[in-house]
């Protein structure tokens, strides 16, 4: 047992420092297999460690929340009693079942994901030095299970699974022994299992992960920062970098484009790059107290409009926040954001994007 988990704590460090995140499918199909320790919990004899099984099973996914799983194992499980001579005696249980289980996963957007099931099976029964002379050898029973698994993102195609859980017998034959004046019994076994699933077929790319409403699944061109820097050279007026950096008075009519203070895609973090733009800027405003600003946050156009809206927003308060850090009243800053509004480049370019994810100042 100890060495079937601390092998897989091994690898399960060793998959996770290379894991990838997988695209969720909206549907898909998986075969699973592993290993599993069974250990019985409420029985007539004594329970025994020395317990070992497997397990195979075929998952459909029928959305990014919902799955049945049809699954076969082995167990073997052993149990103690003392006869009547007071010698100790082992009964030895070998168990080959067949479950159907509905699972439910309750954050499917995560690597590491955790689910719960539960379901019912049917199980052949097979017995050696039982307890019960009385009972067959072999014999067919039902069982009712249920537990929680964790599946941990290792490939796009490969989870790493754990999972515990708990299997109530339909009778009390499990373990060979039937206690006096026991009626309508019920044996229960324990069973950690850890394995591997493949989902060796998926749909059609799932959107419920997605941070944009309706965005689509290709991904954005990537972004020729050397062609824009040419674009910049070429579109924008050299005085309106110098209002940028300059140290006087403007008046309330002026804007100030800070070129060069751009964003990555779907992000409000401001970028290394545009921190000495952002230090010049809070230097004009800090010799020039009379001026108010209207920081004015922009996006591109992918997403939905209310989306851009948000995101639009925390880029000017991320700026705000920077400012405030360098000695600007916040009274003297207001935070806006316009959303894709305003184009300054082409939107259906790469380049056009990356300068549409910016910040503009208006003097009030």
């Not at 699973?32 to 004594?46: A, D, E, M, V, W």
């Not at 019920?186 to 959107?207: M, Q, T």
């Not at 002026?254 to 000495?276: C, Q, T």
Request: with cysteine.
């Amino acid at each position: 047992m100890r060495k079937l988990f601390s092998l897989a704590i091994v690898l399960l460090l060793f998959f996770i420092s290379d894991s990838v995140q997988a695209q969720l499918a909206k549907d898909s199909w998986g075969l699973g297999f592993g290993f599993k320790y069974p250990r019985f919990l409420s029985i007539n004899t004594t329970i025994s460690n020395t317990n070992y099984g497997g397990y195979l099973s075929l998952q459909r996914n029928f959305s990014e929340h919902l799955a049945i799983r049809l699954s076969g194992s082995y167990s073997h499980l052993e149990s103690e009693w003392t006869d009547p001579t007071n010698t100790l005696q082992t009964t030895s249980t070998n168990l080959i079942a067949g479950n159907l289980d509905l699972l439910i996963y309750l954050f499917p957007c995560e690597p590491v994901s955790l689910y719960l099931y539960g379901g019912a099976g049917v199980l052949y029964r097979m017995l050696d030095n039982q307890r019960t002379i009385a009972l067959d050898d072999n014999a067919i029973a039902g069982q009712l299970s249920s537990g929680l698994g964790i599946e941990w993102t290792i490939a796009s195609d490969w989870k790493f699974v754990t999972e515990f859980g708990y299997n109530l017998g339909l009778n009390s034959e499990f373990e060979g022994a039937i206690g006096a004046g026991e009626v309508n019994g019920r044996d229960s076994y324990l069973a950690a299992n850890i394995g591997l699933l493949w989902y060796f077929e998926k749909g059609e790319p799932s959107k419920y992960c997605q941070l944009y409403s309706g965005l689509s699944q290709q991904m954005p061109d990537p972004v020729d920062y050397d062609r824009i820097e040419e674009m910049i050279k070429r579109h924008i007026p050299k005085e309106v970098v110098k209002e940028v950096v300059v140290e006087k008075p403007v008046s309330s009519s002026d804007k100030w484009v800070l070129v060069g203070v751009n964003f990555e895609f779907n992000s409000a973090k401001i970028s290394p790059e545009s921190y000495p733009i952002l230090y010049d800027a809070a230097k004009t405003l800090l010799k020039n107290t009379d001026i108010r600003v209207e920081i004015q946050g922009y996006t591109d156009n992918i997403g939905s409009e209310s989306y851009n809206m948000k995101l639009s927003q925390k880029r000017a308060e991320a700026v705000k926040e920077y400012l405030q850090s360098k000695g600007v009243s916040g009274n003297r800053l207001r935070a806006v954001g316009y959303g894709e509004s305003n184009p300054v480049a082409d939107n259906k370019t790469a380049e056009g994007r990356a300068m549409n994810r910016r910040i503009e100042f208006k003097m009030q």
